[in-house]
């Protein structure tokens, strides 16, 4: 799948079949549901998972927690705006 059409499919009740935890993640988030956008990126333990918990931590504004789990995706903390840091990891884990 590709990000224009992972992004279009916000319009949808679910995310797209097949599309990981991580994406899952972001997607539930995009869609206002914070706490099951956490549970996905739970499940995927590794470090696409660890990075959308990351952000996940970073949008709830628990910057020490999203701290531990960029350094367990092997990244620095971001800096980018929020929506742009949505965009860079739906990219890379589609």
């Known amino acids: 799948?590709?990000?224009d059409a992972f992004k279009s499919s916000l319009?949808?009740?679910s995310p797209p079949a097949g599309v990981c935890g991580a994406a899952q993640a972001l997607w539930w988030q995009a869609k206002g549901d914070w706490h099951r956008g956490h549970r996905c990126a739970q499940a995927q333990a590794?470090?696409?998972?660890?990075?959308?918990?990351?952000?996940l931590h970073r949008v709830e504004g628990?910057?020490?927690n999203a701290a531990g789990w960029y350094r367990r995706?092997?990244?620095?903390?971001?800096?980018a705006a929020l929506e742009a840091e949505w965009?860079?990891?739906?990219r890379a884990v589609l």
Do not use: C, F, Q
């Open 1 to 3: 799948m590709d990000y």
């Open 11 to 13: 319009a949808g009740a």
């Open 46 to 55: 590794d470090e696409h998972g660890a990075w959308a918990h990351a952000y």
């Open 62 to 64: 628990d910057l020490h």
């Open 73 to 79: 995706a092997g990244r620095t903390p971001s800096n």
């Open 87 to 90: 965009e860079e990891i739906a």
